[in-house]
C-alpha cells in the first residue's frame, strides 16, 4: 500500500514553478473570463495550488494579473530578441522581427485581452505595462533603424521617423489580425509590409506628389 501511494504520489514543484504555473492559470482565466470576474480561489484551483500559496506568491488580485502580463511580455521580448539576433542584414532583421512579433501576438491572442482588461482597470496608471516596456526597448529599435539607414542611405528620413512608422504598420497588422478575417499567411503579410515600407506602392516616374 505504501509502495502504490509512492507511486501516485506527485514529485515535489519547486516554489519557482508553482508560481509559475499560478501565473500561467491566472493568464488562462484573466483573458478568458477577465479581471473583475476572476477569483483568486478559481486561479489557484486551476493551478492545482492552495489559496494560501498564491497568496504567499502575490499579494493582491491586482498584483497577480500584473505578474500576467510581465511574464507574456518576457516571452515578447525573447521571442524578438531571438529573431533580431538570428540575421545579420539590418533589412532582415527587421523583417525577422516584425514576423516574430506578428506571430506572437497569432500564436497568443489571448494575450491581446490582458492589455485591454490593463487599461479598463487600471485606469490610475499613467501609462500601460506594455508601452512601459516598449519605450525601455526604444535605443534598440532605433539603433537597427539607424543601421538600415547606413546600409541604404537616405537624407530624407530619420531612424526615429522610419522607428515611429514600422511600430504604427506593426501594432495596426496585430490588432487588425484580431477582428478580420485574414487569408494570407503571416509571412505573405510581413513581406509585403517589408515592400511597401521600403519601396512604396507607386512605380517610378508615377510620383506626382
Known amino acids: 500500500m505504501t509502495t502504490e501511494k509512492a507511486k501516485l504520489?506527485?514529485?515535489?514543484k519547486s516554489a519557482e514553478e508553482r508560481r509559475h504555473d499560478i501565473v500561467a492559470a491566472a493568464s488562462e482565466l484573466f483573458a478568458e473570463h477577465g479581471f473583475q470576474s476572476t477569483d483568486t480561489q478559481t486561479v489557484a484551483d486551476k493551478a492545482g495550488v492552495g489559496k494560501g500559496t498564491l497568496y504567499r506568491n502575490f499579494k493582491s488580485k491586482e498584483e497577480l494579473f500584473k505578474a500576467t502580463l510581465d511574464m507574456h511580455l518576457d516571452e515578447l521580448r525573447a521571442t524578438v530578441v531571438r529573431a533580431r539576433e538570428s540575421e545579420q542584414d539590418p533589412l532582415e532583421k527587421l523583417r525577422a522581427t516584425w514576423l516574430a512579433y506578428?506571430?506572437?501576438?497569432?500564436?497568443?491572442?489571448?494575450?491581446?485581452?490582458?492589455f485591454i482588461e490593463e487599461r479598463l482597470y487600471f485606469r490610475d496608471q499613467e501609462r500601460s505595462l506594455y508601452f512601459t516596456r516598449l519605450e525601455r526597448s526604444r535605443d534598440e529599435w532605433r539603433a537597427l533603424f539607424e543601421d538600415i539607414?547606413?546600409?541604404?542611405?537616405?537624407?530624407?528620413?530619420?531612424?526615429?521617423?522610419?522607428?515611429?512608422i514600422s511600430g504604427q504598420l506593426v501594432h495596426g497588422a496585430v490588432l487588425l489580425?484580431?477582428?478580420t478575417a485574414i487569408t494570407q499567411s503571416t509571412q505573405q503579410r510581413v513581406d509585403l509590409m517589408m515592400r511597401i515600407f521600403m519601396h512604396g506602392f507607386i512605380k517610378p516616374g508615377q510620383d506626382n506628389i
Open 102 to 114: 506578428i506571430g506572437f501576438f497569432e500564436q497568443n491572442n489571448n494575450i491581446i485581452e490582458l
Open 177 to 179: 489580425s484580431q477582428h
Open 149 to 164: 539607414l547606413r546600409v541604404y542611405p537616405n537624407d530624407e528620413v530619420t531612424a526615429s521617423e522610419l522607428m515611429d
Open 9 to 12: 504520489k506527485r514529485p515535489q
